[in-house]
């Protein structure tokens, strides 16, 4: 079965100006959780969604935001970019994304480059 | 808060040489997992491992969750092994997930 896609795969856009990517998560999979790659900070968790609502959140500026729909899939926005905002994003689904059965399938990321 | 640590952060390694990653939490988690992230990014299951041990191959897992600790065997190293693992696992407190900082290896030919 088709793996977790993730859309668009490299984009570039200025300081200011907001985004939005995408993630289509594994069929039958209703847990879609959000991370954020850079070199200085590794891998941090951003936002967990579950069924439609969000289940859990890091620690990141309101700035980053996300939603699901009703087939699960997943968009997260991030407004007024910030040259730190650069990095590659990942996103993984799950069966549940509970604390006891969530095993985690990555995406391919989105590497976002902020000028 | 809660620490992953792993070790070692860099290894280099001839290939046909055989290795062990570990990874140590400061705190109980769940859902252990080893990752290993491909040069394009994404990263790829190794092993689902909240406790005891598994073997895939020339790769094998095992978790201490007791002891809060985990291993990452791999044996007759390939270069396409090279690369940066990772372990993470999800917070009891919060069901947060957190991830390490990940060891690079470098296999040569």
């Known amino acids: 079965k088709a793996g977790v896609t993730q859309t668009p795969r490299y984009l570039i856009k200025t300081r200011g100006q907001q985004v939005t990517l995408s993630c289509s998560p594994i069929?039958?999979?209703?847990?879609v959780s959000w991370y954020q790659q850079t070199p200085g900070q590794g891998l941090q968790f951003l936002f967990e969604y579950f069924s439609e609502t969000q289940r859990n959140k890091g620690n990141f500026p309101g700035r980053f935001s996300g939603r699901q729909f009703s087939n699960s899939r997943s968009e997260m926005n991030v407004s007024t970019l910030e040259l730190g905002d650069s990095a590659l994003y990942l996103c993984?689904?799950?069966?549940?994304?509970?604390?006891?059965?969530?095993?985690?399938?990555f995406g391919e990321g989105s590497r976002l480059t902020v000028l | 808060g809660i620490q992953v640590e792993q070790s070692p952060p860099d290894l280099i390694l001839q290939e046909g040489a055989n290795s062990t990653l570990r990874c140590n939490f400061s705190?109980?988690?769940?859902?252990l997992q080893w990752f290993h992230q491909n040069p394009w990014g994404q990263l790829i299951n190794l092993f689902y491992i909240p406790s005891g041990t598994k073997q895939n191959g020339r790769l094998s897992a095992t978790t201490v969750a007791t002891e809060r600790y985990s291993l990452l065997y791999i044996s007759s190293s390939q270069t396409t092994d090279s690369g940066v693992y990772f372990c993470a696992g999800h917070l009891n407190r919060d069901d947060k997930i957190i991830f390490g900082k990940g060891t690079r290896l470098h296999i040569l030919p």
């Open positions: 705190d109980s988690v769940n859902n």
């Open positions: 993984a689904s799950s069966w549940t994304g509970t604390a006891d059965t969530g095993e985690l399938f």
């Open positions: 069929s039958g999979h209703r847990s």
